[in-house]
């Protein structure tokens, strides 16, 4: 089984900030990502409709004999991996904001949000936020409109810009010192953030500890790739390749799938 790939879904394209983090950690591993751009974004969805999609990725990735899957997207972790942990036997590892770290940081005790409403709204952050971040005043912002326009590559682009502008004056009003990036695709948004805000707020997502968590699991189950083939990494995506190869290295390829 520890040859079987592992498997990855996102509402687009945002999981591959989870990608490369697990490429890094785990070289040899056989990856499938799954990119279901053509019905991003997850985050303005309701629970039921974002549990229906996450259902259909996992399946997919299951007839594609996954041994582990990735949530590689926090509005579809918090909506849904406790019903997949119920309903499947393999392991899930999902991504969620990292404000655990951030509240106990924190040196000024206020630190911003950003994630989809789907995220922010979700009983599973609640709660996150109810156990760690109670002596920290947190500023919530949904990033509207940010999945589309990074779908779209407009990535360095006015209306970004004039966005986050935006959402993250409320959180410099309040002196934050750190901004949690509680969306997948936001990463590809620091440049233009590192522009916006004051030099000593750090930004923080939860990548690098998710590709950890996904190494233990396999350590735990046994699951590491210990085959010497090189290893087999595909990308398949619902909607226009030219979304995923933007963002990927030249080396991977991207198939058009319907699912
Ligand atoms: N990348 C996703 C996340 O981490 C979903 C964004 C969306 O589709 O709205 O929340």
């Given at each position: 089984?520890s ?21 890094t ?5 056989n ?19 974002i549990?229906?999609l ?13 041994k582990?899957?990735v949530?590689?997207?926090?509005t579809?972790t ?9 309903n ?27 994630a ?33 326009l ?7 682009s ?29 990463p ?6 590192k ?29 590491i790739?210990t ?6 990494i595909?990308?398949?995506t619902?909607a226009?390749v030219?979304?995923?190869?933007n963002?990927?290295?030249k080396?991977?390829?991207v ?5």
């Open positions: 089984m040859n079987q790939p592992i498997g990855i879904f996102d509402s687009g394209i945002g999981g591959t900030s989870i990608f490369k983090e697990i490429k950690l785990l070289p040899y591993e990856i499938i990502y799954l990119a279901d751009s053509k019905n991003a974004p997850y985050g303005n969805k309701t629970e039921e409709e549990l229906q996450s259902l259909k990725n996992v399946k997919l990735l299951l007839q594609k004999n996954c582990l899957i949530v590689a997207c926090n579809a918090t909506n849904s991996i406790t019903y997949l942990r119920k499947y036997s393999i392991p899930f590892v999902g991504i969620e904001p990292a404000i655990k770290p951030a509240s106990l940081q924190s040196k000024s005790k206020s630190i911003g949000i950003l989809t409403k789907g995220t922010l709204s979700s009983t599973l952050f609640h709660e996150t936020s109810d156990l760690y971040a109670k002596n920290v005043t947190i500023i919530e912002r949904v990033g509207e409109g940010l999945v589309p990074i779908e779209a590559g407009k990535l360095n006015d209306e970004i810009r004039e966005l986050l502008k935006t959402f993250t004056k409320p959180m410099i009003e309040a002196q934050i010192d750190y901004l949690v990036l509680g969306c997948t695709h936001y590809y948004l620091i440049p233009e953030l522009k916006i805000l004051p030099e000593h707020v750090k930004i923080i997502d939860s990548g690098l500890a998710v590709a950890k968590q996904i190494k233990t699991l396999l350590e735990t189950y046994n699951l790739n085959s010497l083939n090189s290893p087999k595909q990308f398949f619902n226009s030219g979304i995923l190869d963002v990927l290295d080396k991977f390829s198939k058009p799938l319907k699912f």
